[in-house]
């Protein structure tokens, strides 16, 4: 019984310690729901969008729900767009691109869209962005047969693997603590 109220006091130490690991550079996150899920990019950058959190909770849908969301970085260089759960369809990224013919750059991830380098052992779905100005614009099209369920970060990639690092510590923490 000794044993387990130390790993309780350590794993609440642990989590109140754990949230100063990185900064996160989300500065806005909106939504809005595409019941038919036939809007096109250009349609929804132009809609209004709903705020919401730090994450994405609809339970289970038919609709794709798109977020907009803007990172201010705090310096220059290549961000991580962490995505957690792994277990999404299908997750599309859309990037600021004016050198593009439409004027975006996507990047695709989830379960059916996987390619031969996927990485099914990875803790958060990654998309891998470097913002332009100090204010960029994102916007995320989820469209999943599951609940649609979604958290949304991004990093600068140390602390991302930080991140991973302390996920792995608890689950390791809480297998310990089942066996």
């Not at 750059?105 to 379960?111: A, H």
Request: glycine letters at 6%.
């Amino acid at each position: 019984m000794k044993k387990i109220l130390i790993y309780l006091i350590f794993l609440c130490c642990f989590g109140l310690t754990a949230t100063v690991w990185g900064s996160e550079l989300v500065s806005s996150r909106g939504v809005i729901e595409d019941r038919f899920g036939t809007m096109s990019i250009n349609e929804v950058a132009k809609a209004d969008f709903k705020p919401m959190g730090d994450f994405l909770s609809k339970g289970f849908s038919e609709s794709v729900h798109w977020i907009r969301f803007v990172v201010t970085p705090d310096k220059t260089g290549e961000l991580l767009v962490r995505i957690n759960p792994t277990i999404l369809d299908q997750v599309v990224l859309y990037e600021p691109d004016p050198a593009s013919v439409n004027g975006w750059k996507t990047q695709v991830l989830g379960d059916r869209s996987y390619t031969d380098d996927y990485d099914f052992t990875m803790v958060a779905l990654e998309f891998v962005v470097n913002p332009s100005a100090p204010e960029t614009v994102y916007y995320l099209r989820l469209q999943t047969t599951s609940s649609s369920f979604m958290l949304l970060d991004v990093h600068q990639p140390a602390d991302a693997r930080n991140l991973d690092y302390r996920f792995v510590l608890f689950q390791a923490l809480y297998a310990g603590l089942l066996r």
